[in-house]
């Protein structure tokens, strides 16, 4: 068990819809990264989130946004979803990684949130 | 061409045997990562490099700064090793880069009994 969290582990919703996806970081852990893993395109990281602000950004679609709350959980929402959205979404928390290598620390993934469109 | 890449993409093994999956990367990094996805899907953190060597039980994680690659090793393999295998790499890109990781496309490995 990393003690990250993520919630729902399924999700199953129709072309169109909203979704939103939660993550809750290891205690103490300030930044939280999302990434989607798809079959097409493995494992691709979308944002980060340091202390409550973005702090990178990657291949993040955008109907997609994510935020970062005062109690350091995120939630990553995706809308207008399509077909090709269907993936696993993953986040990880470490305890920094605001740049630099002294400052780096290891990332710790959750379990995973398995979306399918329909 | 990939930033990063990995071999071999799949490999099966006789439990026992001693395995090698590689990685190589053409960016300059701060760190490297060895990542293991079991077949229910989750991932979980091997090792983190930035130079030299990490052991840790069977398996060993090597990296070669100069030759940008990267190598994990498992001794008297076992089938319950028997995992995706995904190489990640973080760029040295200084503080508009954050912490993101470039990952490899895996190596599924299949360990027989």
């Known amino acids: 068990d990393s003690g990250v969290t993520q919630t729902p582990k399924h999700l199953i919703t129709a072309t169109g819809q909203r979704v939103t996806l939660r993550c809750s970081p290891r205690?103490?852990?300030?930044?939280v990264y999302w990434y989607q893993q798809s079959l097409d395109q493995g494992l691709q990281f979308l944002i980060q989130?340091?202390?409550?602000?973005?702090?990178a950004k990657g291949n993040i679609l955008e109907r997609f946004s994510a935020q970062q709350f005062p109690d350091l959980h995120s939630e990553l929402n995706l809308s207008s979803l399509e077909l090709g959205d269907s993936a696993l979404y993953f986040c990880a928390s470490s305890l920094e990684g605001t740049g630099g290598p002294s400052s780096y620390n290891e990332q710790f993934f959750g379990p995973g949130t398995r979306l399918t469109v329909l | 061409k990939n930033e990063v890449e990995q071999s071999p993409q799949n490999l099966t093994a006789q439990e026992g045997e001693f395995i090698t999956i590689n990685c190589s990367y053409s960016?300059?990094?701060?760190?490297l990562h060895w990542l293991q996805q079991h077949p229910g899907g989750g991932i979980v953190s091997l090792f983190m490099?930035?130079?030299g060597k990490k052991k840790h039980g069977r398996l060993i994680a090597t990296i070669n700064i100069q030759e940008k690659h990267s190598s994990l090793h498992i001794t008297a393999s076992h089938p319950r090793d028997s995992a995706v295998y995904i190489c990640a790499v973080r760029s040295r890109g200084g503080e508009t880069s954050g912490s993101r990781l470039t990952f490899g496309e895996g190596t599924q490995l299949t360990v027989n009994p």
């Open positions: 205690s103490g852990d300030l930044s």
């Open positions: 989130y340091y202390n409550g602000e973005e702090r």
């Open positions: 490099l930035s130079s």
């Open positions: 960016v300059g990094i701060s760190a």
